[in-house]
């Protein structure tokens, strides 16, 4: 591995590289736990008008688990892009059934 002054004679004009290797958890401000993904999963559901109590959320270690029946398409797809939309959300593993 070359080091900084390697790099400068490389690279001309650049006085410094500096290398850092930052884990997500690092990037976050603060920590969100399970229950309060899970609490802002459904709060919104209910603001998007996704009957939540169809459906069951399970978070573990930021890893959302749902499952249940909605009765439309839309309402599926609508689901997904909530829980990606929550920052502390590392994945979704969905199971719900659209009933016709």
Known sequence: MKNNSELNNEF??????????????????????????????????????????????MVK?????????LRWNFQNDAVKKIICSIAAVKGVTNNITVTV
């Not at 270690?61 to 029946?69: F, K, L, R």
Request: include cysteine; charged fraction near 25%.
């Open 12 to 57: 001309n004009g650049v006085r410094s590289l500096d290398f850092a290797i930052i884990g997500l958890d690092a990037c976050q401000a603060s920590k969100t736990n399970d229950e309060e993904i899970a609490a802002k999963i459904i709060e919104l559901l209910n603001k998007n008008w996704i009957p939540a109590l169809k459906l069951n959320i």
């Open 61 to 69: 270690d930021g890893w959302v688990n749902i499952d249940g029946e």
